[in-house]
């Protein structure tokens, strides 16, 4: 089974700070690769995904994420964080099959 | 609207009892999934359903059940073989195919006591 590992679990920052949270998956092969956000009380939505093509993409929300295959990275940014952006993080990987497999999540807490 | 509709928020069970959390999607989407979701764990797939009268254990499924007898529905029972079922329970639903995401209910947060 794959792994996807998220090593922040929990991050504080303060608005207009950056944001970089990590993720390494350990599938070799081709993959596809999401980053899901839970805000508090919401429905886990999707903020962006890849799966071919241009290894940066962006998301809603002035998120943006890099796939980096040789590093088996996926990780994911945005440039100044707004108190709204408070929520639980998820990577999550799919190889091609029917599963998706997630990463334990980061809880980011953005002081206003 | 379009979604996936989850019931109910809240549920207790005593324990030694089955009880059975109700997903229904109106996406028209083929594919359906279970997760558990326990702080600090992430997200863990109990069962999918790539199509109507078929599918597969996830990685956790030891103690759960699942049916899929309508594309719209795909229910979850939480057996009382399950040694640890208390936890929030999230259905998804998607187009087949790996780079499709996958579009997710509100939950059901199970107690049991």
């Known amino acids: 089974a794959q792994s996807v590992s998220q090593h922040n679990h929990h991050v504080i920052l303060s608005e207009a700070a950056s944001l970089e949270l990590g993720c390494n998956y350990s599938?070799?092969?081709?993959?596809?690769l999401f980053w899901y956000v839970q805000y508090p009380g919401q429905h886990l939505q999707l903020l962006l995904k890849?799966?071919?093509?241009?290894?940066l993409v962006k998301g809603i929300k002035g998120f943006e994420a890099e796939f980096i295959k040789s590093k088996f990275s996926f990780n994911l940014r945005k440039p100044s964080v707004q108190w709204s952006d408070t929520a639980e993080y998820f990577c999550a990987v799919n190889d091609a099959g029917n599963q998706f497999y997630f990463g334990t999540g980061t809880s980011l807490t953005v002081i206003p | 609207d379009g979604g996936i509709t989850q019931s109910p928020k809240y549920l207790f069970r005593k324990e030694g009892q089955n009880v059975t959390l109700s997903c229904e999607q109106n996406?028209?989407?083929?594919?359906m999934y279970w997760y558990r979701q326990d702080p600090g764990q992430g997200l863990r797939l109990i069962y999918y359903s790539q199509i109507v009268n078929d599918f597969q254990k996830g990685d956790i499924a030891e103690g759960y059940s699942v049916s899929r007898e309508k594309k719209e529905s795909f229910p979850l029972t939480v057996t009382s073989a399950q040694k640890n079922p208390t936890a929030f329970y999230l259905c998804?639903?998607?187009?087949?195919?790996?780079?499709?995401?996958?579009?997710f209910g509100p939950g059901t947060r199970l107690t049991v006591l």
């Open positions: 996406l028209n989407h083929d594919a």
């Open positions: 998804a639903s998607s187009i087949p195919g790996g780079f499709n995401e996958q579009f």
């Open positions: 599938y070799g092969g081709t993959v596809n």
């Open positions: 890849y799966f071919s093509g241009d290894p």
